[in-house]
């Protein structure tokens, strides 16, 4: 019978409202045509009261104005299906949007930015000028060269080992110097006061980690983030000085830290005991009570 009951109409329109679960504010039924497409931070309309929603349908309508002379000059994809920052340089707008469906943003409303790479400044602007920090990650992945080929040869050793193909081999598995970059946007904004974004950073291969491979996708990764942060303060802070270079970025989080590399005379170590193993000079059990002995197992 409840399904059958005639409806308020909209609190809005004052006209029909269908659907099964229809939009409320406060308890108050609103068409889909008056509801629209909302963009608020999560929960805001949750809050809102009827009048808050009328004003901010109000304010729609105004960043509709911005939507339509809306000219793109340059998208940077911050992750191929995460966000879409989209810039209109000549009317300084910003769109995170790539149907310009979402808030158009205006330049002068932006009053800071941050990119991270996890906890670790990479790029700060404002008012004040574009900061950019030295990244600690080139070193950091360089750092695990000697862990990586000591896998590779415990990979080798274990291949030449295993007497079937149904064991399964060993994985590469030591966290990445970082996990992603992190953009927070601040606003001085009736709607928004910060926004923010993620997009994962490189990662090894299991099975086969390559450092060259490791640096290659995080310079890619890099050009686009310095892409977005001067497309940034071209929209927010046209004509800002470029800041002293700050300190070298690194990780506030422990857990950011790459296990301590393993040291090269272990590898160099195996390396000349498996050619004396090959040389028939020792045993294979003096091979594999001396390979236990290096890498502790």
Not at 67 to 94: A, E, M
Not at 184 to 190: C, K, L, Q
Not at 261 to 267: F, K, L, R
């Amino acid at each position: 019978m409840g399904l059958l009951t005639k409806k308020d109409p909209c609190a809005i329109c004052g006209g029909k409202v269908s659907g099964l679960f229809p939009y409320k504010i406060e308890g108050h039924l609103i068409c889909n045509e008056c509801h629209g497409q909302v963009d608020l931070p999560d929960e805001m309309e949750n809050r809102m009261t009827l009048e808050d929603f009328k004003a901010y349908r109000q304010f729609r309508e105004e960043n509709k104005l911005l939507r339509d002379r809306f000219q793109i000059s340059q998208q940077v994809d911050f992750g191929w299906l995460d966000t879409k920052f989209l810039f209109d340089f000549p009317h300084r707008l910003l769109c995170m949007d790539k149907n310009l469906n979402r808030t158009i943003f205006e330049g002068k409303q932006i009053t800071s930015f941050v990119i991270r790479e996890d906890d670790a400044p990479l790029f700060e602007g404002s008012a004040a000028g574009l900061r950019r920090y030295t990244s600690t990650v080139p070193d950091r992945a360089m750092a695990m060269t000697a862990q990586i080929e000591l896998y590779h040869l415990r990979l080798q050793m274990e291949r030449a080992r295993r007497e079937d193909n149904k064991q399964p081999e060993i994985r590469f598995d030591i966290p990445e110097p970082f996990n992603a970059f992190n953009v927070e946007i601040r606003f001085a904004h009736p709607y928004w006061s910060f926004f923010t974004a993620d997009m994962s950073g490189p990662t090894f291969d299991n099975t086969y980690p390559d450092v060259n491979d490791y640096l290659r996708e995080y310079q890619e990764s890099a050009t686009i983030i310095e892409q977005l942060a001067e497309a940034l303060m071209k929209v927010a802070f046209p004509g800002a000085v470029e800041q002293a270079e700050g300190s070298p970025a690194t990780a506030a989080r422990a857990g950011t830290e790459p296990a301590p590399s393993a040291p090269v005379d272990t590898v160099t170590e195996l390396q000349r005991y498996k050619a004396l193993l090959e040389q028939g000079i020792i045993t294979e059990e003096e091979f594999t009570a001396k390979k236990r002995q290096l890498l502790g197992i």
